[in-house]
């Protein structure tokens, strides 16, 4: 009885999903851009005439997919580039917003400025630069959300790198156990590359961001795996969905950025064969 509770209240939730698209980032790794990292171009738009395609799109299009129809995007002031390429979302049939990033203390800081709008919707959350071809990951997410009685659930890609990525504890059952934060030696394969979550999170989230005090940490930034692995701890229930096994590419560095446009080509000849 307990458990049919549980899952009709994930799915009253997931009737109102909202995206969250963190922003705020410098792009400094990628040196001299001609524009925010966010909306560089690395492939082509088919449904708009062959026309230069952004990295956000893609993962705008993934929300889409799955019936979301709202989304905020949080800047840094100064990247007024982005609204003026993605505008009101109509190019996506989607509902965009913008907000402007306060404390810059990591992501958790700047998608809570979001809070007032969503502290009671289902949040899709995703990097706005990250590159993968599974088109279908929120369908996903969301199902298990939905299904299960659940707060979080996270996508998982292995990691060719996982000095440099938030690798996943995950028992046999999917349930996350922990999340170790850039490893030098691990075990673990898997890493995460998006999530949607209740507003139990928003609320965990909201509440931990207000008690952050980067002088009393051995750091000045507070990492979303942070924030996920304090809310296993206080008693959340953190979920996954195995989405691909093919790390996503970050085009935070040239190397990467080259590695998608290459990964896009090889995947666009593909589907015309």
Not at 23 to 30: E, F, K, P, T
Not at 38 to 62: M, S
Not at 102 to 112: C, L, N, Q, W, Y
Not at 215 to 223: D, K, N, P, R
Request: proline share 6%; hydrophobic share 40%.
């Amino acid at each position: 009885m307990a458990e049919a509770v549980g899952a009709n209240q994930a799915a009253q939730a997931t009737k109102q999903v909202i995206g969250l698209i963190p922003a705020g980032g410098q792009g400094s790794r990628l040196g001299s851009l001609p524009c925010s990292k966010e909306i560089y171009p690395i492939g082509f738009d088919e449904a708009r005439e062959g026309r230069p395609k952004a990295v956000c799109h893609y993962l705008l299009e993934k929300m889409r997919l799955a019936g979301i129809e709202k989304a905020y995007i949080i800047l840094r002031e100064g990247k007024w580039d982005i609204p003026a390429y993605l505008r009101d979302g109509k190019m996506l049939r989607m509902h965009l917003a913008y907000l402007i990033m306060d404390a810059p203390f990591g992501v958790p800081f700047t998608i809570d400025q979001a809070f007032p709008f969503v502290h009671d919707a289902t949040i899709a959350f995703g990097f706005p630069d990250i590159f993968f071809e599974q088109d279908d990951i929120y369908v996903k997410l969301l199902s298990r959300l939905s299904c299960n009685d659940c707060d979080i659930v996270l996508g998982l890609f292995p990691s060719d790198r996982p000095d440099k990525a938030d690798m996943v504890d995950i028992d046999g059952e999917g349930q996350i156990k922990n999340i170790v934060i850039k490893p030098r030696h691990t075990d673990l394969r898997y890493t995460w590359g998006a999530a949607v979550w209740t507003p139990v999170f928003t609320k965990f989230m909201h509440h931990r961001v207000n008690v952050f005090e980067p002088s009393a940490t051995q750091h000045e930034e507070l990492f979303m795996s942070e924030v996920v692995r304090e809310a296993i701890h206080d008693g959340l229930r953190v979920e996954a969905v195995h989405i691909s096994d093919e790390p996503y590419i970050d085009i935070g560095t040239p190397d990467d950025l080259f590695k998608a446009a290459v990964q896009l080509i090889a995947s666009t000849e593909k589907n015309h064969r």
